[in-house]
């Protein structure tokens, strides 16, 4: 038990090792199934980038005059039907009008060219927002890309770069450029789920300057959906809302595949009141931990990884491609580590949550095991602990004068 509390199994040798051998693991299989592509669909005859073939024959939907015609399921699919040139597995287009704004411009270039420069733009932005959370290691890029869910957002053709780059570049320019942090946050608008998590945050240090910059973004997005699109749209969109309520709860895609604690207490046999309870209780708890966090006088970045946590807890829609959520918590937690020492049941508690996006799906579907939301609110209450003592420090350091003086936020990367 000593060697899980201290974490002193996981040495700097093997911290730089497993990474590598993830990566290079990740590499292969990606190439591979680019490899024993025909008319690109890879392995099991699956689009490569599954989830992009949603997004790219939505942006065609758009750039021919018909965009609201992507609520329409049966349409859709039809779409990536004639995509593949034989009917392919459906990938549903669930997100609100407001996301076509951002994919748009996919449909411009074929789907293989589209699909390499979508993950090499979001890619870059996610990689340099994440260095920004590990200052104090120059070794960080490695670990990164070689992050599991590096991989699972990158075959799945996903928007988790995009979603980890406007959330830690917005939340670290929070406190030198509230307005435009704002502005940055609001972009979030095509995943709302995580809504509530940023509204803890803007609550939590009263920063109104944020919380105007973000309106003012929202605002502007539902202005231009509705004269680019019609207002109609959203009707539609309302339209397909049924349809997320049953795959949430009824299993469309699998209980192992989603994340969440509400899918977790389905996979355990619970009803579907039980798990929306569950759900409440724990969401209820990580918004109490974000609110201490964020008023503690932790730093920026801890802070900021600390709501990317959350908003993993807050939903009951979760994906195991959504991780990559967690390289910002992983890495601020980390860059902590590194400069004042790992507390008990830190480094253990990094290496579950790094290594969770590899076999979080795997122990769901093929041992019934839920896993995921006991690592990531362990997370977070790794955090909160580490805030609650900054806050002691902070305390009694002043009484002596010598209270030290938080570390400016470096300027984070823009982001997509």
């Given amino acids: 038990m000593a060697w899980l509390i201290s974490g002193g199994w996981l040495t700097a040798k093997r911290a730089k090792l497993y990474p590598a051998v993830f990566l290079i693991v990740g590499v292969l299989v990606f190439v591979a199934n680019l490899l024993a592509a025909r008319d690109g669909l890879g392995f099991y005859d699956k689009p490569i980038g599954t989830d992009f073939s949603s997004f790219w024959t939505a942006s065609k939907f758009v750039l021919t005059g018909n965009a609201a015609d992507v609520y329409h399921p049966l349409q859709h699919h039809a779409a990536q039907t004639k995509l593949f040139g034989k009917e392919v597995e459906y990938f549903a287009w669930l997100y609100p009008p407001t996301a076509l704004l951002i994919v748009a411009p996919l449909g411009l270039l074929s789907y293989l060219p589209s699909l390499f420069l979508w993950l090499a733009a979001t890619g870059t932005a996610y990689v340099i927002t994440v260095k920004k959370f590990i200052p104090a290691s120059s070794e960080a890029l490695v670990p990164i890309l070689g992050f599991p869910a590096t991989l699972l957002n990158a075959t799945h053709g996903q928007n988790g770069f995009l979603s980890v780059a406007i959330i830690g570049s917005g939340l ?65 969109f309302q339209s397909i809302l049924p349809m997320t309520k049953a795959i949430l709860e009824e299993q469309m895609i699998g209980f192992g595949k989603m994340q969440s604690v509400f899918a977790a207490v389905r996979l355990l046999g619970a009803g579907v009141n039980l798990a929306y309870a569950a759900q409440a209780a724990v969401a209820t708890v990580a918004a109490a931990l974000l609110w201490l966090i964020w008023r503690s006088k932790a730093s920026l970045l801890l802070r900021a990884g600390a709501a990317a946590t959350a908003m993993l807890l807050s939903t009951p829609f979760v994906l195991d491609y959504d991780f990559v959520l967690l390289a910002l918590p992983i890495a601020a937690l980390t860059n902590e580590g590194l400069k004042t020492g790992f507390r008990p049941f830190e480094k253990s508690a990094l290496a579950a ?19 995921s939301p006991e690592i990531i609110l362990l997370l977070l209450v790794l955090i909160w602990m580490r805030s609650s003592s900054s806050d002691a420090l902070a305390g009694g ?20």
Avoid: D, H
């Fill in 397 to 416: 350091s002043s009484s002596n004068s010598s209270a030290p003086a938080e570390p400016r936020p470096q300027a984070p990367a823009q982001s997509r």
């Fill in 172 to 236: 670290l320019l929070s406190e030198r450029r509230p307005v435009l942090a704002g502005v940055i946050l609001g972009c979030m608008l095509y995943k709302p789920q995580f809504a509530p998590m940023l509204a803890v945050v803007v609550l939590a240090r009263k920063n109104w300057k944020t919380a105007l910059g973000a309106a003012l973004s929202v605002a502007a997005q539902i202005v231009a959906a509705t004269l680019l699109f019609g207002s109609e749209i959203w009707s539609n």
């Fill in 353 to 371: 949550a790094w290594v969770l996006p590899a076999i979080a799906r795997l122990a769901g579907m093929y041992c019934g095991i839920p896993l």
